[in-house]
């Protein structure tokens, strides 16, 4: 199914009221959030098959790593921005022998939250949701 295609299809479904579920995106402690974890809110929330909140969830993960692979800022209002950095080659040291390495010159992915993200971790009101 191409982009356009389950854009298309995504959009001719009407939005049905989000039922409450026990097992939401809230705090989950050291639980890891995946794929099927975000394909299953879309489903509930929005009410997609199960299939088109999969391929939405994959679509728009495929979008921003594509755009950050090119070297794209991506920024998600409220959320935060991943941006790619570029480091230059240096010396490092082994900690251990103290011996001088090379480090080569790579791209670095970075991610700084939004100001609303880190009030909402710390439980504060959040600030102007305009970020």
Partial sequence: MTKIAAMSAAGEHEAQPAKPAKDSLAPM?????????????????????????????????????????????????????????????????????GIEVPITQRRVMVFKPSSVLKARINGHAAPDEAD
């Fill in 29 to 97: 402690g050291s639980r890891t959030i995946t794929r099927v974890d975000l394909a299953e809110a879309v489903y509930r929330s929005v009410g997609l098959s199960r299939k088109e909140s999969a391929v939405l969830v994959q679509m728009v993960l495929s979008e921003l790593a594509d755009a950050l692979a090119v070297g794209e800022t991506v920024k998600l209002s409220s959320f935060g921005s991943f941006v790619v950095r570029a480091k230059s080659e240096r010396i490092g040291r082994n900690p251990k022998t």
